[in-house]
């Protein structure tokens, strides 16, 4: 090909910008020496048209080195790469290195299709072809037919964590284009029937697939779950239908509008805690040969070691102020470019250390995500907590975040499972955790409350396995949570027996109540609601197989506890009190002499707070609304069957609406086939949970 004409360029913004008269390309990179620019025809072109030498006279401005191709206007689908020369030492941690071509951190569009990633046994990382690329694309003039972030009430929302693969890739999705943006589209309709108001999709920013230790991958393993970004502004190609074509922004921006349309809010799981790049041994995709010493924690004793908070090779040093703007100018991207809802952070509680590593209450980069105006409307979730000890629940920085509430998670599954004297501790959680969050002014929506997610149990596996089984995962049974406060009942994994069998089923539908009866945000792990099981793996982040995808045929064969989760969601859709902004204090605030809860056991009025061995409990909410119902709630996990007392009504009478010991779709009855409960005591069986509505 005939060589493109050059001249220096510019060096805001970084990445491409794309024009009618050519395009500028430009990276950051502070200690360089010396930069090359490698253009390609094809993302699978096995040399490059042309290399262009970027003089650090003319083509560098402050750090940033940048050059403009006169006539490149992107419609030809070129794809990039840089190499990048300077100092070579690790004891300055700097990890130059002139033969590896990088990829741009900023890129848009990335493709893998040529990467060979580098393995620890492997002696030295393969160069020249095997580069992850970046594709030379225009800005797109995408109709979003008036399409705009929903801005759901969050105390309103009801979150389904889903993987975009996994969701439609099994063959029973039958779907036209499985395990990709458009796939999940075609699954929109059941999502809206489910009841479910927002998505939270596992990481779908660019991943290394490869990022595997090797005893999995001489399995033919994969990584699945995605947590090993690299490029931070593209959506992930492997989730494209045509992961070469460049179309990779419209595919995502197809899927978004799609759910927007149905009600459903997008929220994505980011990982910005640490990258593919891994630790000392790791490769060099981009940030290690642009700017290490910048970029990532390293040791003070010895910089070529990397500092290790994620459990994953490096830590991204978050607060460094280039690396700060580079995640606010991502996440500000994801919402002006795509129209996200919400973002989820993975390990977030790396976000709160300082250069040094230690933690910082007013950390630069969380307060300025939080005063981002761009992100001023955007749901902010944290995983509260990293691999190097910091543990935030309760104490995140920043006041608008919520936060995933592991002891939330660890509570009810002790409790639904028979731990005794939990029960102060479980009304605590089943109403916002206020022990948490009421002190910092904060309210019961900071708590996402979850039973299940993609790292751990799946809902049915809680009730199947006492221990956990990775074997498959290649490490022997190392890997994975050993905590799972998880109980079999009498057989471990698949069984025959009826009555085994029974009590799974209701003690799932327990989980499920208790989730939907809870003070705060619930957040459904995605196949929970038709019992989905991972055999026993809980830790799948390798699986990309009929393991961790969703088997839709047990939409058919588990309908019971399909049916029972829409009910659910539905009962909490129509009762306000289950939703509120503020912490219950006992009383109305309009109406001193009203409660808002009231607390009981088998006998009203007597809760039973002092008594070790108590598992029962029972609570009355008071409604919010004046066409809505007051709530009786009884829970009833201990072994045996038990008669609980009724608050006496005066003009309205008691309602049966869910009782989980009851099975053939009798567990949920609809509002208008409910019946009226005579007497003043229920009977309430074991390891059940009951809901009656005052009518």
């Known amino acids: 090909m005939k060589p493109y004409s050059t001249n220096i360029g510019h060096r805001y913004p970084t990445g491409t910008t794309v024009s009618a008269d050519g395009t500028n390309f430009c990276i950051f990179s502070r200690h360089a020496t010396a930069v090359q620019l490698l253009l390609y025809e094809k993302p699978d072109s096995s040399s490059p048209f042309q290399t262009i030498d970027l003089d650090p006279v003319v083509n560098r401005n402050f750090f940033f080195w940048h050059v403009f191709v006169e006539g490149m206007t992107g419609k030809e689908k070129f794809s990039y790469t840089w190499k990048v020369d300077g100092p070579d030492n690790g004891d300055s941690g700097h990890r130059f290195d002139p033969s590896v071509e990088l990829l741009d951190p900023w890129a848009k569009a990335v493709t893998d299709v040529v990467w060979k990633r580098k393995y620890n046994r492997d002696s030295k990382q393969e160069t020249g072809a095997t580069s992850m690329r970046a594709m030379v694309i225009p800005e797109s003039d995408y109709d979003w037919e008036g399409d705009t972030p929903l801005h759901h009430p969050c105390e309103k929302d009801i979150i389904y964590e889903l993987h975009v693969g996994g969701f439609t890739r099994h063959p029973s999705a039958k779907v036209s284009n499985p395990g990709t943006f458009a796939g999940l589209i075609e699954k929109v309709p059941y ?12 990481p779908v920013m660019a991943f290394d697939s490869q990022d595997l230790p090797d005893n999995a991958r001489d399995l033919g393993l994969q990584n699945y779950w995605g947590y090993s970004t690299h490029s931070f502004f593209s959506p992930h190609a492997g989730y494209c239908i045509d992961p070469l074509s460049g179309n990779h922004r419209d595919e995502f921006r197809d899927m978004v509008k799609a759910l927007h349309k ?31 010493r910048d970029f990532y924690h390293l040791e003070e004793h010895d910089r070529s070691i990397y500092k290790n908070y994620s459990g994953c090779g490096n830590t991204v040093n978050c607060n460094h102020p280039l690396v700060a703007r580079f995640i606010i100018h991502s996440l500000e991207y994801w919402v002006r470019e795509f129209h996200i809802d919400g973002f989820r952070f993975d390990l977030a509680s790396i976000l709160a250390r300082g250069e040094d590593g230690a933690p910082m209450y007013h950390a630069p980069v969380i307060w300025n995500i939080e005063f981002s105006h761009i992100l001023s409307h955007t749901q902010l979730i944290a995983e509260a907590w990293d691999a190097g000890g910091l543990y935030q629940v309760g104490g995140f920085p920043g006041y608008r975040w919520a936060e995933w509430n592991g002891r939330y998670r660890d509570l009810i599954r002790q409790y639904v499972k028979g731990d005794p004297g939990l029960v102060p501790e479980f009304a605590t959680r089943l109403t916002g955790s206020s022990d948490l969050y009421q002190s910092s002014g904060r309210q019961p929506t900071s708590s996402i409350n979850f039973i299940s997610c993609h790292d751990g149990f799946t809902l049915y596996d809680m009730v199947c396995y006492n221990e956990k089984h990775n074997e498959a995962n290649g490490e022997a049974n190392r890997d994975g949570d050993n905590h799972n406060h998880s109980r079999n009942y009498g057989e471990e994994g698949p069984t025959d027996d009826p009555v085994i069998t029974a009590l799974r089923q209701k003690q799932v539908k327990n989980f499920m109540a208790i989730l939907m009866l809870s003070q705060g945000v619930p957040m459904i792990l995605a196949g929970d609601e038709i019992m989905r099981s991972q055999q026993g793996n809980n830790n799948c982040y390798c699986q990309d197989n009929e393991l961790s995808w969703t088997d839709w045929s047990l939409l058919e064969k588990n309908k019971e506890m399909f049916c029972f989760t829409k009910g659910m969601i539905a009962l909490r859709k129509r009762h306000p009190s289950l939703m509120q902004k503020r912490f219950l204090h006992g009383t109305k605030p309009e109406d001193r002499t009203m409660a808002d809860i009231s607390w009981h056991g088998a006998t009203l009025n007597k809760p039973g707070w002092d008594n070790s061995e108590s598992r029962i409990l029972a609570c009355t909410l008071s409604r919010v609304e004046p066409d809505e119902e007051d709530l ?11 008669t609980m007392e009724l608050p006496l009504l005066t003009k309205e009478n008691w309602h049966l609406a869910v009782d989980t010991a009851r099975s053939n779709q009798k567990d949920l009855v609809e509002v208008e086939r409910q019946q009226p409960i005579t007497g003043k005591t229920i009977r309430v069986k074991s390891n059940s949970v009951v809901v009656c509505e005052s009518r």
């Open 632 to 642: 009786h709630i009884m829970f009833n996990m201990s072994q045996k069957d038990v």
């Open 262 to 292: 149905a009600g459903i809010s997008v929220i994505l799981d980011v990982a910005f805690n640490h990258t593919a790049e891994g630790g000392i041994d790791g490769p060099i995709i981009n940030f290690k040969g642009l700017m290490n």
């Open 191 to 202: 999502l809206q029937d489910l009841g479910v108001t927002a998505v939270e999709l596992l």
